[in-house]
């Protein structure tokens, strides 16, 4: 019986007890696994140098009450992990420029009322073998967190949400100015310009290069024209086509001079002598002052046909 009434007592305590012990367990959280921030899966930025560093500005210009290194990933490490996944210097020895990735600030602070703003700021210059800059390009990204304030506000969870948030968008920012403002810089895996630099030669239909265009061509037009002018065209001994004297041209009266040829412009034609007309030394009474080729021609045998004045014969009688 007194066996019996320990054993009672032993499971009833057992019963109270367990409750107890399943809620202390359930007040310890579990370690949350977060995955790393990593951009390897995104497209990358190659740029047309040799060297690629990067700066980080946050170590001698720290922000007052950052609390981002409580973070699973902090930011700052979050964006050396960017710039490694992402950007690559690809021109090899045959570029003498470097570029400098510069993180100015990587931060998340815990503001009042319990909001967790986190904040970056980066930029990217490609320097001369002097160190001087010759381009420059910058990105900005911030990100808000309203945790539950039953919560703990600065939880690895919550920091973690604002690292991840803040890297989304400076890495949609940062490609969309560096082919804005650095186009010329980009090249692919092979080290060739991506932004349309190798310029094609235009073909002709059978698959020759053209050869003459702008200057070539006026060239070719002076040519052209000068083997026209007949002035290069006597320099060359060529024969040319002789000035041809339009109808409607005043005739030259034919000289009496028969071996004095009459001549028209830059060409000489030699007319032939005018048949010496009968009855030169009697005037015409008809035409006193001569009349042209075609009328001379007609006029003249007229007047070889009529007989002379005075003399009037008939055909039957003898002379």
Not at 59 to 86: F, N
Not at 144 to 168: F, I, W
Request: hydrophobic share 35%; charged share 15%.
């Amino acid at each position: 019986m007194m066996l019996f009434s320990r054993m009672r007592l032993s499971g009833l305590t057992a019963a109270l007890l367990f409750p107890a012990l399943l809620a202390g367990c359930a007040d310890q959280k579990q370690p949350t696994q977060f995955a790393p921030l990593r951009y390897d899966n995104l497209s990358q930025i190659n740029l047309n140098v040799n060297t690629l560093t990067l700066v980080d500005n946050t170590v001698t210009h720290p922000v007052a009450g950052d609390i981002g290194y409580k973070s699973p990933t902090p930011p700052v490490q979050a964006l050396r992990q960017m710039v490694q996944d992402r950007l690559a210097a690809k021109g090899g020895i045959t570029s003498a420029n470097s570029a400098q990735f510069v993180i100015d600030r990587a931060s998340i602070l815990h503001e009042p009322g319990g909001t967790l703003q986190g904040q970056i700021d980066v930029h990217l210059d490609i320097l001369n073998p002097d160190g001087s800059k010759t381009a420059h390009t910058e990105a900005h990204a911030t990100q808000s967190l309203h945790p539950d304030p039953t919560e703990d506000t600065e939880s690895q969870a919550n920091l973690y949400n604002v690292t991840k948030g803040m890297m989304d968008s400076i890495n949609t920012e940062l490609d969309t100015q560096v082919h804005r403002s650095l186009g010329k810089w980009l090249v692919d895996a092979g080290g060739m310009p991506v932004d349309g630099a190798i310029q094609a030669q235009p073909l002709t239909s059978d698959g020759s290069p053209v050869a003459a265009t702008g200057a070539t061509a006026g060239a070719g037009a002076a040519a052209t024209q000068e083997a026209l002018s007949p002035v290069s065209a006597a320099k060359t001994g060529q024969a040319t086509s002789p000035v041809t004297v339009p109808e409607n041209a005043p005739v030259v009266a034919p000289s009496t001079d028969a071996a004095t040829p009459s001549t028209t412009g830059s060409t000489t034609e030699a007319k032939p002598a005018a048949a010496p007309k009968a009855q030169d030394s009697e005037p015409n009474a008809i035409f006193p002052a001569g009349e042209d080729d075609d009328s001379s021609s007609s006029s003249a045998s007229t007047k070889a046909t009529s007989p002379k004045p005075g003399y009037l014969k008939l055909p039957s009688q003898p002379q």
